[in-house]
Every structure is written in structure tokens, then in C-alpha cells.
């Protein structure tokens, strides 16, 4: 199965090419729903700051919204590079890149989410196809997280020596 | 948030009267549960954002998961609506609200 893995140090996520041309329409699909002020998604990828609070979130959002948009876009822009660029099922990630994947897959996951209609962490996609893709997409980031924190022990046990 | 693979530990009994949150800083930031963050996405982000030890941010992200909200940070005004604000960049639910609301 597709996802991250751990060697000599070195993160490595393996997608193979239809895995890569699915994930690029996903990224495209998260960008326009930061950008299309009408989308149902967009609203959880910039929620609200206060809660009960109508004039302190409008102004937090007025402050916040912009940046928050303008690095997401960023981070998805920074993945869509590297995808485009891969020539082989098995692509090697720094650091930085690592930890930008694993936040934009969040992302990507919310809109899928929204889409399915999942509201409550008991909610599972009634679509199959949507369900297929949910499950990848959580198995993908799960296991990225995993190989983010198993090189970032190594790399504190090995400070301590 | 998605518990599919889930750590399995029990329910933690932490009441939210339980902060650090000194009664003279009167901001908290708070992070809500929401169905699509990952348990270990979300630890993570503790660890990495606020710098918690990781049992800690592991009690945080449980307390949220079983909760459905946990105190992350206390303190004034601006700096909670900064953690807020970053919290939004990773993807999370959260929320500045007061001490005493």
C-alpha cells in the first residue's frame, strides 16, 4: 500500500503515477475551495477565532484570514512542485517538506470530508469511491506523521550522545 | 477527530477547571475536536507548536478527542490569538475565548 516510510534517516512517501495525477486533482480541488469565497469547505479551512463572538471573529479573521489562506496555498503549491516533479513511485522528502505534506493533508482531507458529509468523528462517506479515498488519503498522512516523529526521536536521542 | 487507528488508551478524566491557566491571565486558547484530524497529526502539532513533552500532548490530544475541547495555552490576549492562528495554519479547531466566559 502507498504511503511514508522510514530509511537510513530519510522520509520517503511511494505514489505511483495514477496515485500522483489523483493527488494533484485533490490539491487543485483543496486551492479552489481557499479561493472561491462560496465553497462549504472554505469555512472550515478558516474557521472562525472566536466563538459567541461575532465582532471579535470578524476582526480576528479580518487580521488572520489572508495569511492563513496565503500559506496554505503555499504549502499546497510546494507539494504540487514536488509530485509534478517526480519521475519514480518513490519520492524522498526532506524535513520541511515532510512536515509541509502532513499539514496539507489535513487540508486535502477537510475538503474531502465536507464533500462526503462527514460531520461527527462516527461519520464514514456513504459514497464508496469517496469512502476508498478518504481511507487512502488518512492511511497516507497516518503514516507520514508516524515517519516524521520515528526520525525526529532518532534525531533527539541522537543530540543526547 | 479520526480515531481509525487510534492509541486505544482510556478516557482521561481531566475536568476543563483543571488548566494551568492561572486565574490572572484571562485568555485561553482552546482546540476543539473535529472528525477529520488524526490523533497523532494532532499530538504532533503539540509537541512541535507548543513544545509539550510528548505524554503531555498525548493527554491534550485525548482530552480533545474524549472531551471534545482542551485548554492549550493561557495568557494575554494577543499572544493566545497568535497560537489560534496557528493552530488554523495546521489545520486544527481552535478558538481564543476568556478566562472566565
Known amino acids: 500500500m502507498s504511503g511514508a516510510s522510514v530509511d537510513r534517516g530519510r522520509i520517503l512517501v511511494d505514489l505511483d503515477a495514477e496515485e500522483r495525477r489523483l493527488l494533484g486533482g485533490l490539491l487543485q480541488t483543496a486551492t479552489d475551495a481557499l479561493i472561491d ?3 462549504p469547505a472554505r469555512a472550515r479551512l478558516l ?5 459567541g463572538d461575532a465582532d471579535a471573529a470578524a476582526e480576528f479573521a479580518r487580521y488572520t484570514r489572508d495569511d492563513t489562506r496565503r500559506d496554505k496555498l503555499s504549502r499546497i503549491g510546494g507539494m504540487r512542485a514536488t ?3 517526480a519521475t519514480a513511485a518513490r519520492i524522498p522528502l526532506d524535513h520541511e517538506d515532510a512536515d509541509a ?5 489535513t487540508d486535502v482531507r477537510v475538503v474531502v470530508a465536507e464533500r462526503a458529509g462527514i460531520r461527527t468523528d462516527d461519520d ?7 469512502a476508498q479515498l478518504y481511507g487512502w ?4 498522512q497516518w503514516s507520514l506523521v508516524e515517519a516524521l516523529d520515528r526520525v525526529e526521536r532518532k534525531g533527539r536521542r541522537g543530540r543526547r550522545l | 477527530m479520526s480515531s481509525d487507528r487510534g492509541t486505544g488508551r482510556g478516557v482521561l478524566e ?13 485568555w485561553l486558547t482552546i482546540v476543539w475536536n473535529d472528525p477529520v484530524n488524526l490523533m497523532n497529526y494532532v499530538a504532533r502539532v503539540f509537541r512541535e507548536y507548543f513544545g509539550y513533552p510528548q505524554h503531555e500532548a498525548d493527554r491534550l490530544m485525548l482530552l480533545v478527542h474524549h472531551e471534545g475541547k482542551a485548554v492549550v495555552a493561557s495568557g494575554p490576549r494577543e499572544e493566545m490569538e497568535h497560537h489560534v492562528h496557528s493552530m488554523h495554519g495546521y489545520g486544527l479547531w481552535a478558538t481564543v475565548a476568556r478566562f472566565d466566559a
Not at chain 1, 505534506?101 to 493533508?105: G, K, S, T
Not at chain 2, 475536568?15 to 491571565?25: G, Q
Open chain 1, 37 to 39: 469565497t462560496a465553497d
Open chain 1, 47 to 51: 474557521p472562525d477565532g472566536y466563538r
Open chain 1, 83 to 85: 509530485l509534478d516533479a
Open chain 1, 101 to 105: 505534506w502532513a499539514r496539507v493533508l
Open chain 1, 124 to 130: 464514514v462517506p456513504a459514497d464508496p469511491v469517496l
Open chain 1, 137 to 140: 488519503l488518512g492511511h497516507l
Open chain 2, 14 to 26: 481531566e475536568e476543563l477547571t483543571d488548566l494551568r491557566a492561572a486565574p490572572d491571565v484571562p
